[in-house]
């Protein structure tokens, strides 16, 4: 899956919580730029690891406020589990 459809999934699950971002956005903060709040945040990285069948570590979880980040860690997760 190439970054810029996973990009749009994951804005599409962004806005599904109620925050509303242009789909066209690259690099974003959740809670500085956008103010998503903890709760909103976990519930995001459920849906995301649902969407995706991947899993987050909880070391990981705190970088994945950056949109940037968390698209490129989506795409290597996906990657891992197509070669399991």
Do not use: P, W
């Not at 991947?54 to 950056?66: P, T």
């Amino acid at each position: 899956m190439d970054t810029s459809h996973i990009r749009k999934i994951v804005i599409q699950l962004i806005n599904e919580e109620g925050i509303f971002i242009a789909s066209n956005t690259e690099h974003l903060h959740l809670f500085q730029d956008v103010g998503i709040d903890s709760f909103a945040f976990i519930n995001l990285l459920i849906k995301i690891e649902d969407t995706f069948g991947i899993r987050f570590d909880i070391m990981q979880m705190e970088d994945c406020a950056d949109l940037a980040y968390l698209v490129k860690l989506i795409k290597q997760k996906t990657r891992e589990d197509d070669h399991d």
